[in-house]
């Protein structure tokens, strides 16, 4: 079993920044990605950026610009900065570590750390 554990997030006023950070038990080079995502109240969960292994990268049309996805595999972290923050950027926020076995893909997810961004 694999532990994923965010921290980071916290209340931020609108144009502001915020780290999130994920800290994973196993080494992040066993999986094929790691992502970050997120889930506003009364909303499905939505993918926000994707790092590979080989640290290609790509993000959600909506924080393009503005999100970087960035990886330490000697800490086993990841990290999502965020700038820019704006208000429908509230949400909590996942980290998932995507791989695949014979028997198909698989992931493993934390539980979420809160961000809220106030206008």
């Known amino acids: 079993q694999v532990q994923l554990v965010e921290s980071g997030g916290g209340l931020v006023q609108a144009g502001g920044s915020l780290r999130l950070s994920c800290a994973a038990s196993?080494?992040?080079?066993?999986?094929?990605?790691m992502g970050w995502y997120r889930q506003a109240p009364g909303k499905q969960r939505e993918l926000v950026a994707t790092?590979?292994?080989?640290?290609?990268?790509d993000y959600a049309d909506s924080v393009k610009g503005r999100f970087t996805v960035s990886r330490d595999n000697a800490k086993n972290m990841v990290y999502l900065e965020m700038n820019s923050l704006k208000p429908e950027d509230t949400a909590v926020y996942y980290c998932?570590?995507?791989?695949?076995?014979?028997?198909?893909?698989?992931?493993?997810w934390g539980q979420g750390t809160q961000v809220t961004v106030s206008s």
């Open positions: 196993r080494n992040i080079l066993s999986f094929n990605y």
């Open positions: 998932a570590a995507h791989g695949t076995t014979w028997s198909g893909p698989y992931q493993y």
């Open positions: 790092i590979t292994s080989g640290d290609i990268t």
